[in-house]
């Protein structure tokens, strides 16, 4: 077990699927790659069958399949599916930010504020490598403040399903980080305006724009 992995939680069924999960959405372990229970099971010091829980939970997040004689493989996802993914998380984000300038407290709306301007101040020391995880951050933190109940959660599953490789990350192309940052800042105002169909429109804007610039890459 390397340092950077998580720690077991609650179980070492929940552990295995709590590293296999960041590793696949993170793109170390690539599409195609097969999962073999018992390599993993050595890797992370636990025994084969809590391996075997966790990959049955990868097969229903849709991120692995079985097939005959090969095992568990994770899946390899095309263009169809990025186009897809951006699109749905356009429609949730955005649904997200328009509950949220309706229900957004004063001290709600000061965390994003202070979570923007490290992002800024990062992106000044040149510190990029930083932002893909901030900005997660930023978008999921503002759905669970529009929709706490659900929406939260299915943001969350909807971006786990979609592997995005460090280094395709938008925030590592400087050309990029500007335009990124200001739409935070314009769904901020829109949040603090309580304009919920203007924070909506920048937030699906934004998501959009990822996505070009992911197909373009």
Same mark, same amino acid.
């Given at each position: 077990?390397?340092?950077?992995?998580?720690?077991?939680?609650?179980?070492?069924? &929940?552990?295995?699927?709590?590293?296999?999960?960041?590793? =696949?959405?993170?793109?170390?372990?690539?599409?195609?790659?097969?999962?073999?229970?018992?390599?993993?099971?050595?890797?992370?010091?636990?025994?084969?069958?809590?391996?075997?829980?966790?990959?049955?939970?990868?097969?229903?997040?849709?991120?692995?399949?079985? &097939?005959?004689?090969? +095992?568990?493989?994770?899946?390899?996802?095309?263009?169809?599916?990025?186009?897809?993914?951006?699109?749905?998380?356009?429609?949730?984000?955005?649904?997200?930010?328009?509950?949220?300038?309706?229900? =957004?407290?004063?001290? &709600?709306?000061?965390?994003?504020?202070?979570?923007?301007?490290?992002?800024?101040?990062?992106?000044?020391?040149?510190?990029?490598?930083?932002?893909?995880?901030?900005?997660?951050?930023?978008?999921?933190?503002?759905?669970?403040? +529009?929709?706490?109940?659900?929406?939260?959660?299915?943001?969350?599953?909807?971006?786990?399903?979609?592997?995005?490789?460090?280094?395709?990350?938008?925030?590592?192309?400087?050309?990029?980080?500007?335009?990124?940052?200001?739409?935070?800042?314009?769904?901020?105002?829109?949040?603090?305006?309580?304009?919920?169909?203007?924070?909506?429109?920048?937030?699906?804007?934004?998501?959009?724009?990822?996505?070009?610039?992911?197909?373009?890459?």
């Amino acid at each position: 077990m390397s340092a950077s992995e998580p720690r077991p939680p609650m179980s070492k069924a &929940e552990y295995v699927y709590t590293v296999l999960l960041e590793e =696949i959405r993170s793109s170390r372990i690539p599409g195609g790659t097969a999962l073999r229970a018992g390599e993993v099971a050595k890797r992370l010091g636990v025994s084969v069958t809590p391996v075997r829980e966790a990959l049955r939970r990868l097969e229903k997040d849709r991120l692995i399949s079985y &097939e005959a004689h090969h +095992g568990a493989t994770v899946i390899d996802l095309g263009d169809e599916a990025l186009a897809e993914y951006y699109g749905l998380r356009a429609v949730v984000e955005g649904l997200g930010a328009r509950l949220a300038a309706s229900r =957004i407290t004063p001290a &709600e709306l000061a965390e994003l504020r202070e979570l923007h301007a490290a992002m800024a101040e990062d992106a000044a020391r040149g510190r990029n490598e930083r932002l893909g995880e901030q900005s997660r951050r930023f978008h999921l933190r503002i759905v669970d403040i +529009g929709g706490p109940a659900f929406l939260g959660a299915h943001a969350r599953s909807v971006r786990n399903s979609f592997p995005v490789p460090a280094e395709a990350s938008l925030w590592l192309d400087e050309t990029q980080v500007r335009a990124q940052l200001e739409a935070h800042e314009g769904i901020l105002a829109a949040l603090e305006a309580g304009d919920g169909e203007r924070a909506e429109r920048v937030m699906i804007e934004h998501v959009r724009n990822a996505g070009d610039y992911r197909q373009r890459h």
